[in-house]
Structures are given as structure tokens and as C-alpha cells.
């Protein structure tokens, strides 16, 4: 019995000891949580995809490698698609 009480005060006692620190922490300008700093990059949730003509895969904007063919701007997905495009209209010149 004399065990149960022991442990029912060390746990009050840590729980008194979390609120005095979680409070000074605030007070002192921090909240102690990760959540509230902003995002170190804020990526958009919602990214227009672009046509790969050559293999016909949709890739993000970002990360699209882009050419002028044929007067426009064109993406693709890699260095490979843009050469081969790019080849491919040199033979056809």
C-alpha cells in the first residue's frame, strides 16, 4: 500500500513540475512545441502538372526541366525527354 502512495505522489509531483515549466517556457517566449514555429519552406498544396510530350508523364511544374521547341516553351520530365525532343526536331529540320 505504502508503494501505490509513493508512486500516486511522485506522479502528482512530476505533473506540478511539467505545468511550472511548460508556463515558464511560455513566459519567456517559446511554447515548447515544433508545431507552432512556421515551416521552414511552405510548399503550395495544390501544384499545376505539365505534359511530358515525349513520354507522356505529368510532372510538377517545379521540378520540370523546360526547352524552347518549336517556338514554345515546352517541359519535360528529364534530361533524357528534352534531348530526345530536341533531337528529334533537329532531324526533322
Do not use: N
Amino acid at each position: 500500500m505504502r508503494a501505490i502512495v509513493f508512486f500516486v505522489e511522485l506522479l502528482l509531483w512530476l505533473l506540478i513540475l511539467r505545468v511550472v515549466l511548460r508556463g515558464l517556457a511560455r513566459m519567456f517566449g517559446g511554447s515548447g512545441r515544433a508545431a507552432d514555429a512556421p515551416p521552414a519552406q511552405a510548399t503550395p498544396l495544390v501544384e499545376d502538372l505539365v505534359l511530358d510530350r515525349v513520354c507522356q508523364t505529368y510532372v510538377p511544374r517545379s521540378r520540370a526541366l523546360l526547352a524552347h521547341v518549336d517556338g514554345r516553351e515546352q517541359a519535360f520530365c528529364s534530361s533524357t525527354c528534352r534531348d530526345k525532343a530536341l533531337s528529334a526536331i533537329a532531324r526533322a529540320s
